[in-house]
């Protein structure tokens, strides 16, 4: 059973710095892309940082220039680095992690942690 723990969110002011961790309770390696994902209220699930096992990475553009993912794989530890941040970024942060099949994948999520912009 593949378990996704985050950690690090929290309350910061717009402009300021968060570093968002996801501990895995397997390799990181074994998954084929690990990625965040943002839910603001009323609003729907999105992307905000994909990261492939061959390290290719892809941002929502909101995202770009601001935020960086990584991965630490002696720690099976995902990251998500955010910087500049805005109001428009509190929403609720999840880890995904996804292993390709032939014809379908296995999406496993973290319950998220909370980040909240604001002055």
């Known amino acids: 059973q593949v378990q996704l723990v985050e950690s690090g969110g929290g309350l910061v002011q717009p402009g300021g710095s968060l570093r968002l961790s996801c501990a895995a309770s397997g390799s990181i390696f074994s998954f084929n892309a690990v990625g965040w994902y943002r839910q603001a209220p009323g609003k729907e699930r999105e992307l905000v940082a994909r990261?492939?096992?061959?390290?290719?990475?892809n941002y929502a553009d909101s995202a770009k220039g601001r935020f960086t993912i990584s991965r630490d794989n002696a720690k099976d530890t995902v990251y998500l680095q955010m910087n500049s941040l805005k109001p428009e970024d509190t929403a609720v942060y999840f880890c995904?992690?996804?292993?390709?099949?032939?014809?379908?994948?296995?999406?496993?999520w973290g319950h998220g942690t909370q980040v909240t912009v604001s002055s």
């Open positions: 995904n992690a996804v292993k390709w099949k032939i014809l379908s994948q296995d999406n496993y």
């Open positions: 990261l492939t096992r061959d390290g290719s990475t």
